[in-house]
């Protein structure tokens, strides 16, 4: 995979100050620097190890006479996920996505591999194909989010959201616009909704007393 067309240079003529100057522009074009990609497939995530995806650089190529060309697709490459420990925000690219990639000095696809401190897989350095995926720049609207700010919080899903845990605490007033189904007991004020009793029960058009 070609990483980058350098522009020509032409050193005849030239004196030693700018055939220096030239030759450091050409040595700095040939690294690999951040740059906006667009996905092109997703592979693995979810609740499982972070996935990979498969990039393309969105700015094109271009040679000493100003001809553009596309580049190829990066593959292979892992994306940011916000983790720490075992507690992870799992918010994975889609693809069309758009986002940066960050080029490491050397290569790094046995540290990819292994997941562990690893050599070099290769002698080369500044290479896109030792890149990693930060997304999340120039994307769409959501339909989809959580917004923080000075007003609160605030959910919003066009699905279902389900919270899974061994117990959940609301410290709060509680307002609820629709309605709410339990498959357990429900305790209000230490009064359960499924084995209370009524004091003052009659027969007639009285009324019970409240639940005890």
Sequence with gaps: MVDHVSPQSTFAGLTNGTAVDAAIKRAIGSMGTPILVQVKAVHGGGV??????DVQPMVHMQDGQGMTYPHGVITGVPYLRVQGGTS???????????????VSGRDIQNVITSRQPSAPGSFRMHSMSDCVYVGGFLNGAPNQFIIMNGDGIRIVSPGTVRIEANAAE???NLTVDGTITATGDVTGNGISLDNHTHTGVQTGSGSTGKPQ
């Excluded at 499982?48 to 995806?53: A, I, K, R």
């Excluded at 992870?88 to 960050?102: N, Y």
């Design 88 to 102: 992870a925000l799992i918010i994975d690219p889609m693809v069309g996505d758009i986002g940066f990639v960050m």
């Design 170 to 172: 609301i410290a709060c």
């Design 48 to 53: 499982s190890l972070v996935g990979q995806v």
